[in-house]
């Protein structure tokens, strides 16, 4: 059990579609508290296995003072939306405006293999239906209109870990403020 390096944008980890759980193992227990551990140092909102370079559908997330964590999770979206900067620990310093559903309830399992199920509006909301997205190899740029897809892009170009395999040093302090997932 430890703090893992995240894997930057540019790591086809974060590209690619992770696998079900199909062991509810002590290996499973482990990557859980490796996930929750580099969250929280980072520090972060919210994590996914792929952005520590594990290919399985397990997330964590800490917001508003509480922590959770979903294996192989399915997500049901409200149609009302909700609007805000979001960030991401694998695009370190950016954040941009993005468009989310302002609910959502997720059902998955608990690392034990007990089924769960998540209600969570605003920020929690925001927080599942972005790392739900890291399970499909979704990065938030991917959800932004036009006009911050197109900023993205350019801040991408421009950032310091830009092009490099896999850089070992996070840019900090970033204007996410801890809030990134
Ligand atoms: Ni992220």
Redesign the pocket.
């Known amino acids: 059990m430890a703090v893992q390096p995240i894997r930057i944008f540019g790591d086809p980890v974060l590209r690619t579609p992770a696998q079900p759980v199909e062991d509810f193992d002590k290996e499973l227990r482990n990557l859980v508290k490796d996930l929750h551990q580099t969250m929280l140092e980072a520090p972060g909102a919210?994590l996914?296995a792929p952005?520590i370079g594990v290919g399985l559908r397990v997330f964590v997330w800490h917001v508003d003072g509480e922590s959770g964590h979903l294996v192989n999770p399915g997500l049901d979206l409200s149609d009302e939306l909700q609007e805000g900067e979001e960030g991401?620990?694998?695009l370190p310093g950016l954040a941009f405006d993005t468009s989310r559903a302002l609910k959502v309830v997720a059902t998955g399992f608990n690392e034990y293999g007990d089924p769960v199920r998540i209600e969570g509006t605003e920020y929690l909301a925001r927080a599942l239906q972005?790392?739900n997205d890291?399970l499909d190899g979704v990065?938030?740029i991917d959800r932004l209109d036009r006009e911050q897809r197109k900023l993205a892009l350019k801040a991408i170009r421009e950032a310091q870990w830009s092009g490099e395999p896999a850089p070992a040093v996070k840019v900090s302090p970033h204007p996410t403020f801890g809030r990134?997932?």
């Open positions: 919210g996914a952005q991401c620990l694998s972005h790392e890291h990065l938030f990134a997932l």
